[in-house]
């Protein structure tokens, strides 16, 4: 999961357009693209397999493989809030190994753990791709019927057990700004990625699941395990116009959403960098992959590698300043 502020997104455009996706005369570029890529090339994933950022990075891979003439070999490398995959990325000296993730292994993980990499030094930013809300879903174990409820029983003695995909996460963020604007009792209750979280959110093992809007997920809320009470983002989604966000019920702070994207090894050279970004927007110009990332209610979000770099950049020196005030410490 991954971040995007909503203040932030404000000032964003969809940049689909000419300008963003063209082609960048850089030196070495007619050799580059008649040599590179000369290997399969590795897409290493940092949680498990399953989840959000594993299935748009193979819909991806699947893509590329064609487009590119060689192979695409996903890499789930889960842990530490997936900061062992972005290690691993930030090692990397072939020149055909990506990372696939949101921006919260380089924009908030840094400030909650000990991390093997410099997030602004190691790895470098290749394109973005799409922007997520966050659902506050109820499961069967919450009786409460809205947002207000959750509140009201955040304030009894019992609290509200509220699940995430990990301990620095966007959601985990969204946990400890809700906790200190109410006063509430909010329980964390941190997983290893999102395939056994959504196992338990079936399950009923906790009251409340943050997370992006994904297959999965939206296939319990069809089935009714789980109920959407708030989501984030500057508006509320197609796909629930009755669900209000948090933005309007009074919580700026905690009405987050995520901002995923490729990156790869600061070494890679920038004419590679620059071919991969035009082929990852021309391939959000395509209508299919549009439908099937809205399908998955995230919103399609292309810019340039210095655009998007920029975009890291900021967010990690907002992320240091929103953390120091929430009073949230390293794990």
Known sequence: MNTARNTQLSRRRLLLSGAALASCSVPGWAMAQRSWPS?????????????????????????????????????????????????????????????????????LNPYLMKVSYDPLRDIQAVASVMYAPVYVMATSAFKGKSFADVLAQARTAKGVSVATSGYGTLAHIMVEQLARTTGGNFVHVPYKGGSQLITDAAGAQFDLLLANPFAPVNALIDQGKLRVLATTGPQRPTAYPQVATLGELGFDKANLTSLFGFYAPSSMPAEVVQRMNNAINQILLGTEMQERLRKLDNVPYALTPEAFGMLIRKDYALNGVVIEQAGIKAE
Do not use: W
């Not at 950022?53 to 699947?62: E, H, I, L, P, T």
């Not at 889960?78 to 380089?106: C, Q, V």
């Open 39 to 107: 290997q399969p090339l590795r897409f290493i994933v940092p949680y498990p397999a399953g989840g959000v950022n594993d299935v748009v990075a193979r819909m991806f891979g699947d893509v590329l493989a064609k487009m590119l003439g060689q192979p695409v070999v996903i890499e789930n490398k889960p842990g530490a809030g997936a900061t062992i995959g972005m290690g691993e990325l930030a090692k990397a000296t072939d020149n055909h190994s990506f990372g696939f993730a949101a921006i919260s292994p380089l924009t």
